[in-house]
Structure formats: C-alpha cells, structure tokens
C-alpha cells in the first residue's frame, strides 16, 4: 500500500493563504481519486475536496469553494491551494486514496490515509 505525507500545515492569520502537499512515498499514486478531508477538534471529519488523478476533474465542499483549489502533478503529489482561510478552516487536513473510481464526498469511500497536518488560521 502506498503512504500517503501530508506537508504545508502552519499558523497563519484570517486571509492568508497556505498550500498543503500530500506525497505518495515508493510509487506513483494509482489511478483512483484523491482526496482531503479535515477535521476539527470535537468535530467530525468532513470532506473538502476530491481530484481524478486521471483527469483532473475536481468537486469542493460548499464551505471552500472559490477559495480553495486541489490540483496534482504527473504522479506522486496532490496539492491543497487555501486562499482567504478564515478561523473556521482550523482543522487537522488529512488526504486519502479513494478506493472507487467515482469522486465520492463520503470518507468511507477511502481506504489509505495520511497522518494529517495542522491548520491553525486566527482571526
């Protein structure tokens, strides 16, 4: 199974941007989506957003839409573009392997996890 890294985490203030990388160490990724998902304290874990590794197509969370961007590079790496964070992105940012072809919302559609890296946005 491929490990998933997650980088880029950071404190910032309301408004900046950061961008989160997720590499897959010994081999390419496949050709499943990838997504990332954050959690809270004392919150769930929520999806945030989801790219085909194959075609590039994306889907967002409503919550981030317009201000955050999911993109890859040939093979290994996802990346996170967080623009204008508010203190509500504060969260632990995970990404996944999803184990279906579909870009699911659903975190059970995913198999192989990172192990997070922090957000801290304060106001």
């Known amino acids: 199974q491929v490990q998933l890294v997650e980088s880029g985490g950071g404190a910032v203030q309301a408004g900046d941007s950061l961008r989160l990388s997720c590499a897959a160490s010994?081999?390419?990724?496949?050709?499943?989506?990838m997504g990332w998902f954050r959690q809270a304290p004392g919150k769930e874990r929520e999806f945030v957003a989801v790219?085909?590794?194959?075609?590039?197509?994306a889907s967002y969370a409503d919550s981030v839409k317009g201000r955050f961007a999911i993109s890859r590079d040939n093979a290994v790496t996802v990346f996170l573009q967080m623009n204008s964070l508010k203190p509500e992105d504060t969260a632990v940012y995970y990404c996944?392997?999803?184990?279906?072809?579909?870009?699911?919302?659903?975190?059970?559609?995913?198999?192989?996890w990172g192990q997070g890296t922090q957000v801290t946005v304060s106001s």
């Open positions: 996944a392997a999803s184990r279906w072809a579909a870009l699911s919302h659903n975190m059970n559609d995913y198999n192989n």
């Open positions: 010994g081999r390419a990724f496949t050709s499943s989506p």
């Open positions: 790219i085909s590794t194959r075609t590039g197509l």
